[in-house]
């Protein structure tokens, strides 16, 4: 069953990017799969992981969808284990959850001793410079 919002109403800004019709700091990508870097991150090399496949929670995937989805994560959790050796894994499903794009994804968000990252408190851009140190810290190894 799927879920109310699984259908875009509008363009969705996730499978523009998946589909390479909108601009991303791109660390990943594979047939199922993209991760990038998070624009408004919490912490330095905040990533997204999203599947290639449009749905608005990890329930609404194709089995095959979601098991590469979590491969992928799992993949990224490595990367950003260059960054720092501690990191959150997140998934909000739903609007009351705190989804704001909905498409499916996972946050990876290395952390760094910091207070907690998820309050609510304005985040800076990322910056051009910095995505770029961070594409090549989190390159394939």
């Known amino acids: ?26 660390v990943y990508e594979d047939p ?3 991760a990038f870097l998070d624009i408004f991150p919490f912490t330095r090399g905040h990533l997204l992981v999203i599947p290639r496949q449009h749905g608005a929670r990890l329930t609404d995937l194709a089995p ?9 994560v799992a993949q990224m959790g490595h990367r950003v284990e260059r960054l ?38 304005t985040r800076a851009p990322l910056e051009a410079e910095d995505a770029q140190r961070l594409l090549a810290e989190l390159s394939p190894a």
């Open 1 to 26: 069953m799927s879920s109310p919002d699984a259908a875009p109403s509008s363009r969705c800004v996730f499978c523009d990017i998946a589909e390479k019709r909108s601009p991303a700091w791109i």
């Open 64 to 72: 095959e969808s979601r098991r590469a989805l979590i491969q992928s």
């Open 32 to 34: 199922a799969t993209v």
């Open 84 to 121: 720092a050796p501690d990191y959150n894994v997140a998934l909000n499903a739903g609007a009351a959850a705190g989804q704001i794009v909905f498409h499916v994804h996972f946050h990876v968000i290395p952390r760094y001793g910091e207070a907690n990252p998820f309050r609510a408190t």
